[in-house]
Protein backbone atom coordinates (compact mmCIF):
# COMPACT_ATOMS: atom_id res chain seq x y z
CA UNK A 1 0.00 0.00 0.00
CA UNK A 2 1.09 3.74 -0.97
CA UNK A 3 1.03 6.65 0.74
CA UNK A 4 -0.51 9.42 -0.79
CA UNK A 5 -0.86 12.78 1.21
CA UNK A 6 -4.47 12.59 1.57
CA UNK A 7 -4.05 9.88 4.14
CA UNK A 8 -2.76 10.36 7.29
CA UNK A 9 0.78 10.85 7.54
CA UNK A 10 0.55 9.20 10.96
CA UNK A 11 -2.12 6.81 11.67
CA UNK A 12 -2.29 5.40 15.57
CA UNK A 13 -5.05 3.09 15.71
CA UNK A 14 -6.28 1.28 19.19
CA UNK A 15 -2.38 0.99 20.49
CA UNK A 16 -1.78 -0.48 23.88
CA UNK A 17 1.32 -0.28 25.34
CA UNK A 18 2.62 -1.79 29.34
CA UNK A 19 5.75 -1.64 31.03
CA UNK A 20 5.40 -4.33 33.12
CA UNK A 21 2.32 -4.89 34.71
CA UNK A 22 1.32 -1.17 33.76
CA UNK A 23 -0.87 -0.39 31.39
CA UNK A 24 0.09 3.19 29.93
CA UNK A 25 -1.99 3.24 26.84
CA UNK A 26 -5.01 1.42 26.64
CA UNK A 27 -6.51 1.72 23.19
CA UNK A 28 -5.26 4.97 21.53
CA UNK A 29 -5.88 6.33 18.41
CA UNK A 30 -5.19 9.41 16.33
CA UNK A 31 -4.53 10.73 12.80
CA UNK A 32 -2.57 13.40 12.16
CA UNK A 33 -2.45 14.93 8.71
CA UNK A 34 0.28 15.96 6.31
CA UNK A 35 1.21 20.04 7.41
CA UNK A 36 -0.97 19.29 10.81
CA UNK A 37 -0.19 20.53 14.12
CA UNK A 38 -1.46 18.84 16.68
CA UNK A 39 -0.76 19.32 20.41
CA UNK A 40 -1.01 16.20 22.65
CA UNK A 41 -1.97 17.49 26.80
CA UNK A 42 -2.71 15.85 29.79
CA UNK A 43 -1.45 14.99 33.30
CA UNK A 44 1.87 13.73 34.16
CA UNK A 45 1.21 9.61 33.88
CA UNK A 46 -1.49 9.80 31.21
CA UNK A 47 0.69 8.24 28.45
CA UNK A 48 1.43 11.44 26.69
CA UNK A 49 5.20 11.11 26.01
CA UNK A 50 5.28 7.47 25.91
CA UNK A 51 2.85 7.33 22.59
CA UNK A 52 5.17 10.33 20.84
CA UNK A 53 7.73 7.79 21.66
CA UNK A 54 6.33 4.81 20.02
CA UNK A 55 5.67 7.28 16.59
CA UNK A 56 9.39 6.56 16.01
CA UNK A 57 9.75 3.43 17.64
CA UNK A 58 12.14 4.32 20.68
CA UNK A 59 9.54 1.98 22.63
CA UNK A 60 7.96 -1.11 21.36
CA UNK A 61 3.92 -1.84 21.38
CA UNK A 62 2.07 -4.61 22.72
CA UNK A 63 -0.90 -4.26 20.35
CA UNK A 64 -2.58 -2.00 17.57
CA UNK A 65 -0.89 -0.20 14.73
CA UNK A 66 0.88 3.02 13.79
CA UNK A 67 2.09 3.68 10.36
CA UNK A 68 4.03 6.63 9.19
CA UNK A 69 3.63 7.48 5.65
CA UNK A 70 1.51 3.99 5.61
CA UNK A 71 4.45 2.35 7.07
CA UNK A 72 4.32 -0.28 9.90
CA UNK A 73 6.60 1.21 12.56
CA UNK A 74 6.40 -1.56 14.74
CA UNK A 75 6.95 -4.43 11.91
CA UNK A 76 9.97 -6.63 12.91
CA UNK A 77 10.94 -6.08 9.35
CA UNK A 78 11.11 -2.40 9.57
CA UNK A 79 14.26 -0.50 8.15
CA UNK A 80 14.47 1.72 11.36
CA UNK A 81 16.67 4.08 9.56
CA UNK A 82 14.35 4.72 7.30
CA UNK A 83 11.68 5.47 9.70
CA UNK A 84 14.08 7.55 11.39
CA UNK A 85 14.85 10.25 8.24
CA UNK A 86 11.51 10.58 8.23
CA UNK A 87 10.74 11.37 12.22
CA UNK A 88 12.68 13.80 14.19
CA UNK A 89 12.79 13.91 17.57
CA UNK A 90 13.10 16.46 20.13
CA UNK A 91 13.59 15.84 24.01
CA UNK A 92 12.96 17.53 26.84
CA UNK A 93 16.26 17.35 28.16
CA UNK A 94 17.56 18.48 24.60
CA UNK A 95 20.62 15.27 24.70
CA UNK A 96 22.65 16.49 22.83
CA UNK A 97 26.38 15.30 22.09
CA UNK A 98 28.50 16.98 24.68
CA UNK A 99 31.88 16.14 22.91
CA UNK A 100 30.74 17.63 19.37
CA UNK A 101 29.53 21.88 18.89
CA UNK A 102 26.66 22.77 18.22
CA UNK A 103 27.55 22.95 14.39
CA UNK A 104 28.98 19.04 14.75
CA UNK A 105 26.10 17.95 16.34
CA UNK A 106 23.68 19.37 13.60
CA UNK A 107 26.05 17.95 10.63
CA UNK A 108 27.13 14.47 12.91
CA UNK A 109 24.13 12.76 11.21
CA UNK A 110 23.82 13.53 8.23
CA UNK A 111 27.55 12.69 7.87
CA UNK A 112 27.78 9.58 9.65
CA UNK A 113 24.60 7.38 9.06
CA UNK A 114 23.41 9.03 5.44
CA UNK A 115 26.99 9.58 4.39
CA UNK A 116 26.12 13.06 2.53
CA UNK A 117 29.13 15.34 1.88
CA UNK A 118 30.83 16.92 4.51
CA UNK A 119 30.88 20.40 2.75
CA UNK A 120 27.46 20.39 1.41
CA UNK A 121 25.68 19.16 5.35
CA UNK A 122 27.96 21.95 6.41
CA UNK A 123 26.70 24.76 4.88
CA UNK A 124 22.96 23.24 5.55
CA UNK A 125 23.73 23.15 9.30
CA UNK A 126 24.74 26.35 8.97
CA UNK A 127 21.92 27.57 7.66
CA UNK A 128 19.73 25.69 9.74
CA UNK A 129 21.95 27.46 12.62
CA UNK A 130 20.53 30.80 11.41
CA UNK A 131 17.38 29.73 11.13
CA UNK A 132 16.65 28.68 14.75
CA UNK A 133 19.06 31.93 15.38
CA UNK A 134 21.93 30.36 16.99
CA UNK A 135 24.27 32.52 14.34
CA UNK A 136 27.50 33.17 16.02
CA UNK A 137 27.22 29.87 18.42
CA UNK A 138 28.35 27.36 15.96
CA UNK A 139 31.37 26.59 17.77
CA UNK A 140 30.23 26.15 20.90
CA UNK A 141 29.62 23.36 22.79
CA UNK A 142 26.18 22.23 24.42
CA UNK A 143 28.31 22.77 28.07
CA UNK A 144 28.58 26.75 27.06
CA UNK A 145 25.20 27.51 25.87
CA UNK A 146 21.91 27.86 27.60
CA UNK A 147 19.21 25.44 28.34
CA UNK A 148 17.08 27.67 25.52
CA UNK A 149 20.12 27.63 23.15
CA UNK A 150 20.81 23.94 23.36
CA UNK A 151 17.10 22.94 23.01
CA UNK A 152 17.26 24.90 19.56
CA UNK A 153 20.67 23.43 18.62
CA UNK A 154 18.20 20.09 19.01
CA UNK A 155 15.93 21.18 16.74
CA UNK A 156 18.65 22.15 14.02
CA UNK A 157 19.91 18.75 14.35
CA UNK A 158 16.51 17.05 14.06
CA UNK A 159 16.13 19.02 10.92
CA UNK A 160 19.48 18.23 9.56
CA UNK A 161 17.80 15.01 8.17
CA UNK A 162 15.06 16.62 6.61
CA UNK A 163 12.47 14.89 8.02
CA UNK A 164 8.28 14.95 7.54
CA UNK A 165 7.74 14.99 10.49
CA UNK A 166 8.51 16.52 13.96
CA UNK A 167 7.77 15.06 17.76
CA UNK A 168 8.66 17.60 20.44
CA UNK A 169 8.32 15.91 23.75
CA UNK A 170 7.79 18.54 26.34
CA UNK A 171 10.46 20.05 24.35
CA UNK A 172 10.13 23.75 26.68
CA UNK A 173 9.18 21.91 30.33
CA UNK A 174 13.03 21.91 31.77
CA UNK A 175 13.50 25.73 30.63
CA UNK A 176 13.09 28.74 32.31
CA UNK A 177 10.34 31.06 31.25
CA UNK A 178 12.36 33.65 29.46
CA UNK A 179 14.31 31.19 27.30
CA UNK A 180 10.67 29.23 26.58
CA UNK A 181 9.54 32.06 24.38
CA UNK A 182 12.88 31.64 21.98
CA UNK A 183 11.86 27.68 21.97
CA UNK A 184 8.18 28.69 20.83
CA UNK A 185 8.55 31.20 18.29
CA UNK A 186 11.26 28.44 16.35
CA UNK A 187 8.30 25.65 16.63
CA UNK A 188 5.75 28.37 15.67
CA UNK A 189 8.37 29.24 12.40
CA UNK A 190 8.57 25.28 11.40
CA UNK A 191 5.01 25.04 11.88
CA UNK A 192 3.93 28.22 9.55
CA UNK A 193 6.48 26.26 6.91
CA UNK A 194 3.67 23.23 6.75
CA UNK A 195 6.29 21.29 8.86
CA UNK A 196 3.80 18.30 10.38
CA UNK A 197 4.14 18.56 14.08
CA UNK A 198 3.24 16.54 17.73
CA UNK A 199 3.79 18.06 20.50
CA UNK A 200 3.76 17.04 24.16
CA UNK A 201 3.55 19.99 25.78
CA UNK A 202 2.16 21.95 28.77
CA UNK A 203 2.15 25.29 27.24
CA UNK A 204 -1.40 25.41 27.12
CA UNK A 205 -1.51 29.28 25.27
CA UNK A 206 0.73 28.55 22.88
CA UNK A 207 -1.10 25.12 22.08
CA UNK A 208 -4.04 26.78 21.83
CA UNK A 209 -2.38 29.13 19.50
CA UNK A 210 -0.21 26.97 17.41
CA UNK A 211 -2.87 23.86 17.29
CA UNK A 212 -5.27 22.38 14.43
CA UNK A 213 -6.15 19.96 16.90
CA UNK A 214 -6.04 19.63 20.54
CA UNK A 215 -5.84 15.53 22.20
CA UNK A 216 -6.40 15.85 25.69
CA UNK A 217 -4.84 11.97 27.13
CA UNK A 218 -5.45 10.94 30.95
CA UNK A 219 -4.87 7.39 32.68
CA UNK A 220 -3.74 5.94 29.16
CA UNK A 221 -6.77 6.81 27.34
CA UNK A 222 -7.67 9.79 24.76
CA UNK A 223 -10.59 11.37 26.49
CA UNK A 224 -11.03 14.12 24.18
CA UNK A 225 -10.29 15.99 21.39
CA UNK A 226 -11.14 19.03 19.39
CA UNK A 227 -9.74 22.01 17.40
CA UNK A 228 -8.22 24.44 19.98
CA UNK A 229 -10.53 27.06 20.04
CA UNK A 230 -13.43 24.24 21.04
CA UNK A 231 -11.46 22.51 23.40
CA UNK A 232 -10.28 25.37 25.18
CA UNK A 233 -13.35 27.16 25.44
CA UNK A 234 -16.49 24.12 25.60
CA UNK A 235 -14.67 21.04 26.95
CA UNK A 236 -17.41 18.26 26.98
CA UNK A 237 -15.79 16.37 29.31
CA UNK A 238 -15.77 16.55 33.04
CA UNK A 239 -11.73 15.21 33.75
CA UNK A 240 -10.69 17.55 30.80
CA UNK A 241 -12.79 20.19 32.56
CA UNK A 242 -10.90 19.55 35.97
CA UNK A 243 -7.42 19.20 34.33
CA UNK A 244 -8.20 22.73 32.57
CA UNK A 245 -9.50 24.26 35.50
CA UNK A 246 -6.11 23.30 37.63
CA UNK A 247 -3.68 24.83 34.87
CA UNK A 248 -5.26 27.79 32.88
CA UNK B 1 81.64 11.60 29.66
CA UNK B 2 83.06 8.15 29.57
CA UNK B 3 86.33 9.64 31.27
CA UNK B 4 83.72 10.83 33.78
CA UNK B 5 82.16 7.04 34.54
CA UNK B 6 85.89 5.69 34.45
CA UNK B 7 86.34 7.97 37.16
CA UNK B 8 83.13 7.43 38.98
CA UNK B 9 84.70 3.92 39.20
CA UNK B 10 88.25 3.80 39.90
CA UNK B 11 87.93 6.64 41.83
CA UNK B 12 84.67 6.59 43.74
CA UNK B 13 84.01 2.89 43.58
CA UNK B 14 80.94 3.01 41.69
CA UNK B 15 80.90 0.78 38.45
CA UNK B 16 78.05 1.81 35.65
CA UNK B 17 79.73 0.09 32.67
CA UNK B 18 77.25 1.45 30.72
CA UNK B 19 78.91 4.65 31.07
CA UNK B 20 81.78 4.01 29.87
CA UNK B 21 81.59 0.16 28.10
CA UNK B 22 80.04 0.47 24.49
CA UNK B 23 78.58 -2.78 24.62
CA UNK B 24 77.03 -3.00 27.84
CA UNK B 25 75.13 0.68 26.74
CA UNK B 26 74.67 -1.20 23.45
CA UNK B 27 72.75 -3.88 24.88
CA UNK B 28 71.13 -1.60 27.57
CA UNK B 29 69.72 0.72 25.12
CA UNK B 30 68.41 -2.16 23.13
CA UNK B 31 66.76 -3.12 26.18
CA UNK B 32 65.17 0.34 26.61
CA UNK B 33 63.97 0.00 23.04
CA UNK B 34 62.28 -3.53 23.59
CA UNK B 35 60.15 -2.27 27.14
CA UNK B 36 59.35 0.57 24.98
CA UNK B 37 58.19 -1.67 21.99
CA UNK B 38 56.30 -4.00 24.39
CA UNK B 39 55.11 -1.12 26.31
CA UNK B 40 53.58 0.76 23.34
CA UNK B 41 51.78 -2.50 21.59
CA UNK B 42 50.01 -3.66 24.59
CA UNK B 43 49.08 -0.52 25.38
CA UNK B 44 47.64 0.08 22.32
CA UNK B 45 46.19 -3.82 21.80
CA UNK B 46 44.79 -3.66 25.18
CA UNK B 47 42.82 -0.81 24.64
CA UNK B 48 41.07 -1.93 21.28
CA UNK B 49 40.94 -5.21 23.65
CA UNK B 50 39.03 -2.66 26.06
CA UNK B 51 37.02 -0.99 23.75
CA UNK B 52 35.72 -4.47 22.07
CA UNK B 53 35.19 -6.17 24.94
CA UNK B 54 32.85 -3.54 26.73
CA UNK B 55 31.11 -3.18 23.02
CA UNK B 56 30.34 -6.87 22.77
CA UNK B 57 29.50 -6.54 26.79
CA UNK B 58 26.23 -4.37 25.62
CA UNK B 59 25.42 -7.19 22.48
CA UNK B 60 21.86 -8.47 22.88
CA UNK B 61 23.54 -11.95 22.54
CA UNK B 62 23.51 -13.67 25.84
CA UNK B 63 26.36 -15.92 24.34
CA UNK B 64 28.49 -12.92 23.44
CA UNK B 65 27.97 -11.17 26.87
CA UNK B 66 29.12 -14.83 28.48
CA UNK B 67 32.20 -15.35 26.80
CA UNK B 68 33.64 -11.54 27.33
CA UNK B 69 32.49 -12.61 31.04
CA UNK B 70 34.36 -15.70 30.74
CA UNK B 71 37.81 -14.10 29.24
CA UNK B 72 38.01 -11.50 32.22
CA UNK B 73 37.13 -13.64 34.52
CA UNK B 74 40.32 -15.57 33.68
CA UNK B 75 42.27 -13.00 32.66
CA UNK B 76 41.25 -11.03 36.07
CA UNK B 77 41.65 -13.74 38.41
CA UNK B 78 44.66 -15.45 36.87
CA UNK B 79 48.56 -13.77 37.71
CA UNK B 80 50.10 -12.37 34.98
CA UNK B 81 53.52 -13.94 35.17
CA UNK B 82 51.66 -17.57 34.97
CA UNK B 83 49.68 -16.40 31.93
CA UNK B 84 52.79 -15.37 30.42
CA UNK B 85 54.21 -19.31 31.03
CA UNK B 86 50.87 -20.61 29.80
CA UNK B 87 51.28 -18.65 26.43
CA UNK B 88 54.83 -19.50 26.05
CA UNK B 89 55.61 -22.61 27.56
CA UNK B 90 51.81 -24.98 27.09
CA UNK B 91 50.30 -22.35 24.22
CA UNK B 92 53.66 -22.34 22.25
CA UNK B 93 54.95 -25.78 22.32
CA UNK B 94 51.60 -26.79 20.60
CA UNK B 95 52.08 -23.25 17.98
CA UNK B 96 54.98 -24.90 15.99
CA UNK B 97 55.35 -25.28 12.37
CA UNK B 98 58.57 -27.30 11.04
CA UNK B 99 61.53 -24.90 9.78
CA UNK B 100 63.81 -25.19 6.69
CA UNK B 101 66.15 -27.62 8.90
CA UNK B 102 63.45 -29.87 9.36
CA UNK B 103 63.79 -28.93 13.74
CA UNK B 104 60.15 -27.65 15.05
CA UNK B 105 60.09 -24.06 14.96
CA UNK B 106 57.47 -21.81 17.05
CA UNK B 107 55.74 -19.96 15.51
CA UNK B 108 55.41 -16.95 17.80
CA UNK B 109 58.42 -15.55 19.27
CA UNK B 110 58.59 -14.98 22.99
CA UNK B 111 58.29 -11.50 22.18
CA UNK B 112 55.01 -11.84 20.20
CA UNK B 113 53.87 -13.85 23.44
CA UNK B 114 54.18 -11.19 25.75
CA UNK B 115 53.26 -8.51 23.68
CA UNK B 116 49.80 -10.92 23.39
CA UNK B 117 50.04 -12.13 26.83
CA UNK B 118 50.07 -8.70 28.43
CA UNK B 119 47.54 -7.30 25.77
CA UNK B 120 45.09 -9.79 27.14
CA UNK B 121 46.12 -9.27 30.86
CA UNK B 122 45.84 -5.67 30.47
CA UNK B 123 42.50 -5.42 28.09
CA UNK B 124 40.26 -7.78 30.15
CA UNK B 125 40.80 -4.91 32.86
CA UNK B 126 40.30 -1.88 30.03
CA UNK B 127 36.82 -4.28 29.34
CA UNK B 128 35.91 -3.61 33.08
CA UNK B 129 37.10 0.37 33.03
CA UNK B 130 35.47 1.03 29.59
CA UNK B 131 32.08 -0.83 30.90
CA UNK B 132 31.75 1.55 33.89
CA UNK B 133 32.24 4.92 31.44
CA UNK B 134 29.47 3.19 29.42
CA UNK B 135 27.87 3.11 32.08
CA UNK B 136 27.92 6.64 33.22
CA UNK B 137 26.58 7.80 29.68
CA UNK B 138 23.31 9.13 29.97
CA UNK B 139 20.74 6.78 28.43
CA UNK B 140 18.75 10.11 27.13
CA UNK B 141 21.67 10.99 25.14
CA UNK B 142 22.30 7.23 23.30
CA UNK B 143 18.68 7.22 22.61
CA UNK B 144 19.05 10.74 20.67
CA UNK B 145 21.69 9.16 18.69
CA UNK B 146 19.16 6.28 17.74
CA UNK B 147 15.95 8.60 17.13
CA UNK B 148 18.56 10.67 14.37
CA UNK B 149 18.92 6.81 12.70
CA UNK B 150 22.33 5.80 14.14
CA UNK B 151 22.00 2.21 14.39
CA UNK B 152 23.89 0.48 17.76
CA UNK B 153 27.94 0.60 16.25
CA UNK B 154 27.75 3.43 14.62
CA UNK B 155 26.15 5.26 18.01
CA UNK B 156 28.74 2.88 20.00
CA UNK B 157 31.41 4.81 17.86
CA UNK B 158 30.52 8.25 17.84
CA UNK B 159 28.24 9.13 20.54
CA UNK B 160 29.23 6.24 23.39
CA UNK B 161 32.99 5.47 23.21
CA UNK B 162 33.96 9.77 23.32
CA UNK B 163 32.35 9.90 26.21
CA UNK B 164 33.26 6.81 28.23
CA UNK B 165 37.08 6.87 27.11
CA UNK B 166 36.48 10.21 28.75
CA UNK B 167 34.86 9.26 31.75
CA UNK B 168 37.12 6.17 32.11
CA UNK B 169 40.57 7.94 31.66
CA UNK B 170 41.48 7.94 35.16
CA UNK B 171 41.58 4.78 36.17
CA UNK B 172 42.37 3.51 32.33
CA UNK B 173 45.62 5.19 33.00
CA UNK B 174 46.21 3.28 36.40
CA UNK B 175 46.23 0.47 34.56
CA UNK B 176 48.24 0.91 31.50
CA UNK B 177 51.37 2.28 34.09
CA UNK B 178 50.94 -1.09 35.93
CA UNK B 179 50.99 -2.90 32.57
CA UNK B 180 54.14 -0.47 31.66
CA UNK B 181 55.91 -1.96 34.81
CA UNK B 182 54.21 -5.29 34.23
CA UNK B 183 56.54 -5.44 30.92
CA UNK B 184 59.34 -6.65 32.68
CA UNK B 185 57.52 -10.07 33.71
CA UNK B 186 58.69 -10.59 30.35
CA UNK B 187 62.54 -11.22 31.72
CA UNK B 188 61.41 -14.83 32.67
CA UNK B 189 60.52 -16.19 29.02
CA UNK B 190 63.41 -14.61 28.04
CA UNK B 191 63.02 -11.24 26.31
CA UNK B 192 65.57 -8.76 25.94
CA UNK B 193 64.00 -5.75 27.62
CA UNK B 194 65.20 -3.73 30.61
CA UNK B 195 65.62 -5.68 32.93
CA UNK B 196 66.83 -8.95 31.75
CA UNK B 197 69.50 -7.10 29.90
CA UNK B 198 70.68 -5.90 33.34
CA UNK B 199 70.42 -9.01 34.88
CA UNK B 200 72.91 -10.07 31.76
CA UNK B 201 75.23 -7.25 32.32
CA UNK B 202 75.44 -7.36 36.24
CA UNK B 203 75.98 -11.38 36.18
CA UNK B 204 79.43 -9.85 33.55
CA UNK B 205 80.33 -7.00 36.02
CA UNK B 206 79.47 -8.30 39.46
CA UNK B 207 77.88 -4.26 39.95
CA UNK B 208 73.79 -5.41 40.80
CA UNK B 209 73.40 -2.44 43.03
CA UNK B 210 74.28 -0.39 40.43
CA UNK B 211 72.27 -1.76 37.92
CA UNK B 212 69.52 -2.25 40.19
CA UNK B 213 69.15 1.82 40.73
CA UNK B 214 69.71 2.17 37.27
CA UNK B 215 67.03 -0.08 36.55
CA UNK B 216 64.47 1.61 39.01
CA UNK B 217 65.09 4.93 37.50
CA UNK B 218 64.67 3.97 34.10
CA UNK B 219 60.76 2.84 35.10
CA UNK B 220 60.88 5.59 36.49
CA UNK B 221 61.30 7.92 33.59
CA UNK B 222 59.18 5.82 31.37
CA UNK B 223 56.56 5.73 33.40
CA UNK B 224 56.62 9.89 33.88
CA UNK B 225 56.85 10.11 30.41
CA UNK B 226 53.67 7.89 30.00
CA UNK B 227 52.01 9.92 32.65
CA UNK B 228 52.89 13.21 30.77
CA UNK B 229 51.36 11.67 27.46
CA UNK B 230 48.42 10.45 29.53
CA UNK B 231 47.58 13.88 30.81
CA UNK B 232 48.20 15.98 27.54
CA UNK B 233 46.02 13.51 26.18
CA UNK B 234 43.45 14.37 29.25
CA UNK B 235 43.48 17.96 28.29
CA UNK B 236 43.27 17.82 24.78
CA UNK B 237 40.01 15.81 25.36
CA UNK B 238 38.61 18.26 27.80
CA UNK B 239 35.29 19.71 26.72
CA UNK B 240 34.37 22.66 27.55
CA UNK B 241 31.29 23.00 30.03
CA UNK B 242 31.26 19.13 30.53
CA UNK B 243 31.57 17.56 33.32
CA UNK B 244 33.78 19.73 35.82
Known amino acids: MTWTPDKPIISIKDVRKSFGAVEVLKGVSLDVMKGEVICIIGPSGSGKSTLIRCINALNDIQSGSITVEG??????????????????????????????????????????????PKAEVEARARAL??????????????GELSGGQQQR?????????????????????ALDPETV???????????????????????????????????????????????????????????????????? | MEQFFTWLYQEQGINLTIGYDSYDRGLFLAGIWMTVKLSVLSVLFSLVIGALGAWIQGSPSALM???????????????????????????????????????????????????????LF??????????????????????????????????????????ALRISLPSLGTNLVN????????YAIAVPEVL??????????????????????????LVAVLVWGLHRWEKSMRIPGFGT
Open chain 1, 71 to 116: QEVHDPKLDKLELRKKVGMVFQQYNLFPHKTALQNVMMAPVKVLRQ
Open chain 1, 129 to 142: LRKVRLEGKENSYP
Open chain 1, 153 to 173: VAIARSLAMNPDVMLFDEVTA
Open chain 1, 181 to 248: KEVLVTIRDLAAEGMTCVLVTHEMGFAREIADHVYFTDRGVIVEHAPPREFFEHPKDPRTRAFLSQVL
Open chain 2, 65 to 119: RGLVGAFIAFFRNTPPLVQLYFFYFAVGTVLRHTGENGLPQPLVSGFGWAVISLS
Open chain 2, 122 to 163: AGSLNVEIFRSGIEAVPRATVEAASALGFNRLQTYLHVVLPL
Open chain 2, 179 to 186: LVKTTSLA
Open chain 2, 196 to 221: YVSAQIWSDQLNVREMMNVVLLTYIV
